[in-house]
């Protein structure tokens, strides 16, 4: 039997405890965040019509069972965009209630955090637990808009729960690449065709990024002259079959077309748009990932005369792919560079990870590792206040809603506008336009004719 000492005790149960920590303060920001904008809109199905820059698109009554979520994910195909799991995940969440929502999303953000840990490690060992914290600190600094990513629902069924799939869909190759004689049986690399498809439509600029690691991943074969095995060959056809089906559905173009673009060129926009990708990753800090990895790269090369391996820069190249995709966007969101922050946060990290600390440093991990949270401490308060004061926002919103729609008010007026809120936090706001699409989602919602935010 194993015997442990007080210290070694003590920093086992720091390495448990403060992921244990970081997954309860998770679940309590995600229960107290409110549904906001899209997160009504999916609360119905979507319809076939003229796309209008005033309401989106058309809705043909609430979705109340799976039929309901197929049909409308089947008519967003043809008017909003070719995305199949989030739209029918935020469908699903939107029939129950929402602490469904915030119980499984605090459980997949468990997962993601651990798949982040295997693409670090190429396995799941005693690191993991302190892999879990850092990067959960990571991801709380440098994602550009954590609360859009993490907590709203909308944006975690389009980019944390797709980010997760994309992550697991690589962990076949992951293992691939640490040992050569990895193979997976054959109804398996069939089934594996199958999630491809499903992990290829998912995001466009995740899945550039994920194309781009699958080229990487060729090249590293055919200059070692390995054989690609059966499920190599079908999960690469497939993610790029599911890319490309992605990439031209019909409503892509729709969409487009209910866009206001500047009268220009699309090369100069691609020029600006580029631009604005540059001032992003510098304003959101995301530049010092990557910067961070190469000054670890250098004291490597020179203070312990090691190579980091190639890995490190393709999953770190495969972040600026994901970036400066976006300039062919008619848009910049920011909730897209969530899969950049990923990126870069495993190319850091596996660089660190070939560091040779002293064992003197190694005593002080534990206090190392508290020390880091301190920020994030202080951060997490102003989090709390914020998605708190939003969800009592909507609270006096919804009874003032109920109370006017009550004494036979139905184009409903309230107090408008809330006050600006860290990244962290959702600012679930609504328009002073009772035409806005965001307006008229919120009215079907409450079933009233029209809500619109006046001035206090």
Same mark, same amino acid.
């Given at each position: 039997?194993?015997?442990?000492?007080?210290?070694?005790?003590?920093?086992?149960?720091?390495?448990?405890?403060?992921?244990?920590?970081?997954?309860?303060?998770?679940? $309590?920001?995600?229960?107290?965040?409110?549904?906001?904008?899209?997160?009504?809109?999916?609360?119905?199905?979507?319809?076939?019509?003229?796309?209008?820059?005033?309401?989106?698109?058309?809705?043909?009554?609430?979705?109340?069972?799976?039929?309901?979520? +197929?049909?409308?994910?089947?008519?967003?195909?043809?008017?909003?965009?070719? &995305?199949?799991?989030?739209?029918?995940?935020?469908?699903?969440?939107?029939?129950?209630?929402?602490?469904?929502?915030?119980?499984?999303?605090?459980?997949?953000?468990?997962?993601?955090?651990?798949?982040?840990?295997?693409?670090?490690?190429?396995?799941?060992?005693?690191?993991?637990?302190?892999? #879990?914290?850092?990067?959960?600190?990571?991801?709380?600094?440098?994602?550009?808009?954590?609360?859009?990513?993490?907590?709203? %629902?909308?944006?975690?069924?389009?980019?944390?729960?797709?980010?997760?799939?994309?992550?697991?869909?690589?962990?076949?190759?992951?293992?691939?690449?640490?040992?050569?004689?990895? &193979?997976?049986?054959?109804?398996?690399?069939?089934? !594996?065709?199958?999630?491809?498809?499903?992990?290829?439509?998912?995001? *466009?600029?995740?899945? /550039?990024?994920?194309?781009?690691?699958?080229?990487?991943?060729?090249?590293?074969?055919?200059?070692? &002259?390995? @054989? !690609?095995?059966?499920?190599?060959?079908?999960?690469?056809?497939? !993610?790029?079959?599911? $890319?490309?089906?992605?990439?031209?559905?019909?409503?892509?173009?729709?969409?487009?077309?209910?866009?206001?673009?500047?009268?220009?060129?699309?090369?100069?926009?691609? $020029?600006?748009?580029?631009?604005?990708?540059?001032?992003?990753?510098?304003?959101?800090?995301?530049?010092?990932?990557?910067?961070?990895?190469?000054?670890?790269?250098? !004291?490597?090369?020179?203070?312990?005369?090691?190579?980091?391996?190639?890995?490190?820069?393709?999953?770190?190249?495969?972040? #600026?792919?994901?970036?400066?995709? /976006?300039?062919?966007? @008619?848009?910049?969101?920011?909730?897209?560079?969530?899969?950049?922050?990923?990126?870069?946060?495993?190319? %850091?990290?596996?660089?660190?990870?070939?560091? *040779?600390?002293?064992?003197?440093? &190694?005593?002080?991990?534990?206090?190392?590792?508290?020390?880091?949270?301190? @920020?994030?401490?202080?951060?997490?308060?102003?989090?709390?206040?914020?998605?708190?004061?939003?969800?009592?926002?909507?609270?006096?919103?919804?009874?003032?809603?109920?109370?006017?729609?009550?004494?036979?008010?139905?184009?409903?007026?309230?107090?408008?506008?809330?006050? *600006?809120?860290?990244?962290? +936090?959702?600012?679930?706001?609504?328009?002073?336009?009772?035409?806005?699409?965001?307006?008229?989602?919120? +009215?079907?919602?409450?079933?009233? +004719?029209?809500?619109?935010?006046?001035?206090?």
């Amino acid at each position: 039997m194993v015997k442990y000492s007080t210290l070694q005790k003590t920093e086992w149960i720091i390495y448990c405890l403060l992921p244990i920590m970081a997954c309860i303060a998770f679940f $309590y920001l995600n229960h107290y965040t409110t549904l906001a904008y899209d997160d009504f809109r999916y609360k119905h199905i979507v319809g076939i019509g003229v796309y209008d820059l005033e309401s989106e698109f058309p809705t043909v009554g609430e979705v109340k069972n799976p039929k309901d979520i +197929a049909l409308s994910v089947h008519n967003a195909y043809f008017e909003s965009g070719g &995305r199949i799991l989030a739209p029918a995940l935020a469908h699903l969440f939107m029939m129950t209630d929402k602490t469904v929502f915030d119980i499984f999303n605090t459980l997949i953000y468990i997962v993601f955090v651990l798949l982040i840990s295997f693409h670090i490690t190429g396995s799941f060992r005693k690191d993991t637990l302190v892999l #879990f914290l850092i990067l959960s600190l990571l991801l709380w600094f440098f994602v550009p808009v954590w609360g859009q990513d993490f907590l709203w %629902l909308s944006g975690s069924c389009n980019y944390l729960w797709p980010t997760t799939l994309l992550l697991f869909f690589l962990v076949p190759f992951r293992k691939k690449t640490d040992n050569s004689a990895y &193979r997976m049986p054959i109804v398996l690399s069939v089934l !594996f065709f199958l999630l491809s498809l499903l992990s290829g439509s998912c995001n *466009e600029n995740s899945g /550039m990024a994920i194309l781009f690691l699958l080229f990487c991943y060729a090249i590293r074969k055919f200059k070692k &002259r390995e @054989p !690609f095995t059966l499920f190599e060959i079908l999960g690469s056809a497939g !993610f790029l079959a599911g $890319y490309v089906f992605l990439l031209t559905a019909p409503g892509n173009a729709v969409r487009i077309s209910g866009v206001i673009l500047p009268p220009e060129p699309f090369w100069i926009r691609t $020029y600006h748009q580029l631009g604005n990708i540059n001032n992003l990753l510098h304003e959101e800090k995301l530049l010092y990932l990557p910067v961070a990895s190469l000054i670890v790269a250098i !004291f490597l090369k020179f203070a312990q005369q090691k190579k980091l391996p190639a890995s490190v820069w393709s999953y770190m190249v495969a972040g #600026f792919v994901a970036a400066y995709v /976006m300039a062919a966007s @008619p848009s910049l969101a920011k909730r897209t560079f969530l899969i950049v922050a990923v990126l870069f946060s495993i190319s %850091l990290m596996q660089s660190i990870m070939y560091i *040779e600390f002293s064992q003197l440093v &190694r005593q002080f991990k534990p206090l190392f590792l508290i020390l880091l949270c301190l @920020p994030a401490i202080f951060s997490y308060h102003k989090a709390i206040q914020d998605v708190w004061r939003v969800h009592q926002i909507w609270q006096q919103r919804t009874q003032s809603i109920l109370e006017q729609k009550a004494a036979g008010i139905t184009d409903i007026t309230l107090k408008w506008p809330m006050p *600006e809120m860290d990244k962290h +936090a959702v600012r679930a706001e609504i328009s002073w336009n009772p035409k806005d699409w965001c307006n008229i989602y919120v +009215a079907h919602y409450y079933k009233i +004719a029209s809500i619109r935010g006046v001035e206090e």
